[in-house]
């Protein structure tokens, strides 16, 4: 065996679970920009599932509302500060 180095070091966190399973009140629309600005990274991208913990088939469902947004003006392409 051998030992254990910070590179190869594992660690075992708590498993995210997927707010729209867990809370089936929640829905998943392109009029609500306030609920998908928390899937959007500062820079205006899509957050990927292992950082937002959500799970597939509401992430592709995500994707596409959040695309959909964009393109009816109701969110950025990117962020507002011009570099």
């Given at each position: 065996?051998?030992p254990?180095?910070?590179?190869?070091?594992?660690r075992?966190?708590?498993r995210k679970?997927?707010?729209?399973?867990?809370?089936k009140t929640?829905?998943?629309?392109?009029?609500?920009p306030?609920m998908?600005k928390?899937?959007i990274s500062e820079?205006?991208?899509i957050?990927p599932r292992?950082?937002s913990?959500v799970?597939a088939?509401?992430?592709?469902?995500?994707?596409?509302?959040?695309?959909r947004?964009?393109?009816?003006?109701?969110m950025?392409y990117?962020?507002?500060?011009?570099?």
């Open positions: 065996m051998k254990e180095t910070p590179t190869t070091k594992r075992f966190g708590r679970v997927c707010p729209f399973c867990a809370d929640l829905y998943i629309d392109y009029k609500t306030s998908l928390r899937f820079r205006g991208k957050v292992r950082i913990g799970c088939p509401h992430q592709r469902t995500l994707q596409n509302e959040i695309k947004a964009r393109v009816l003006a109701f950025p990117s962020s507002a500060t011009a570099d």
